[in-house]
């Protein structure tokens, strides 16, 4: 059964990081770009970052380039974001989402292109 599962969100203080893991089963990361996506209350899924399988380029957000990191472990099956200097506005259920040779460009990582989803975990950041 293919499985997307993130954990690691939490509380956490405004400057503040965590790291987000994605880790799969089923099937095998190698050839498969994964997206983290973020949803806040009342507003659309956002596109966060993305990684390729293929040469492992990224894509972020402007929003959080500088400040959040993905990388993955392909011997583990798992995909990270390193999220750092987190602020209020970075509050939302984060996603992973995988699809198979899909290329991670400037353009941005979108849902509909997406082909297995993560049920999400919820970062918080309060002071």
């Known amino acids: 059964q293919v499985q997307l599962v993130e954990s690691g969100g939490g509380l956490v203080q405004p400057g503040g990081s965590l790291r987000l893991s994605c880790a799969a089963s089923g099937f095998t990361l190698d050839y498969y770009a994964i997206g983290w996506f973020r949803q806040a209350p009342g507003k659309e899924r956002e596109g966060v970052s993305c990684i390729s399988s293929s040469d492992g380029s990224t894509y972020y957000a402007d929003s959080v380039k500088g400040r959040f990191t993905i990388s993955r472990d392909n011997a583990k099956n798992t995909v990270y974001l390193q999220m750092d200097s987190l602020k209020p506005d970075d509050t939302a259920v984060y996603f992973c989402?995988?699809?198979?040779?899909?290329?991670?460009?400037?353009?941005?990582?979108?849902?509909?292109?997406?082909?297995?989803w993560g049920k999400g975990t919820l970062v918080t950041v309060s002071s």
């Open positions: 989402a995988a699809r198979p040779f899909y290329y991670c460009s400037d353009y941005g990582v979108f849902a509909d292109a997406m082909d297995y």
